[in-house]
């Protein structure tokens, strides 16, 4: 399946394809930034297509991808298993639980944990993502 800009839970979504090309440096994560600007609100990336360097913040490539996405003030979601990464840092384990805590960047296990999390946000902060 291609990367696809779908509905979910009432969001325009840009649902990457798990096959796709990997998202191994900036520009990588900005190609994505520039797809989604076809009305997606966010960018859900497979935990598979992300370097490995992602998960491992002391190459800051996390950060730079994250603040790319908060930039163009769009939402990022990782979606997949890593908790090989998350035993491995407790650094990671603490950014992925402020990340999830806030609402630019989550970290979820599947498609459906997305679905339940931009329902809650809808409801908290309104459809067009601002507080009521």
Not at 51 to 57: G, I, P, Q
Not at 62 to 77: D, I, P, S
Not at 78 to 85: A, K, L, N
Request: net charge negative; glycine share 6%; with cysteine.
């Amino acid at each position: 399946m291609p990367d696809e800009v779908l509905q979910r839970a009432g969001v325009t979504v840009l649902v990457c394809d798990p096959a796709g090309p990997p998202v191994a440096t900036v520009q990588d994560a900005l190609d994505l930034i520039g797809a989604a600007f076809l009305g997606a609100e966010v960018v859900a990336v497979p935990a598979s297509r992300l370097d490995e360097d992602f998960f491992d913040l002391g190459t800051r490539f996390a950060g730079e991808v994250m603040q790319k996405f908060v930039n163009y003030h769009l939402r990022l979601a990782v979606i997949g298993d890593i908790s090989r990464h998350l035993a491995a840092s407790s650094a990671l384990r603490a950014l992925v639980q402020e990340s999830n805590s806030a609402d630019h960047v989550w970290f979820v296990p599947d498609l459906e944990a997305l679905d339940e999390r931009l329902h809650a946000a809808r409801e908290r902060l309104g459809p067009r993502g601002r507080a009521r």
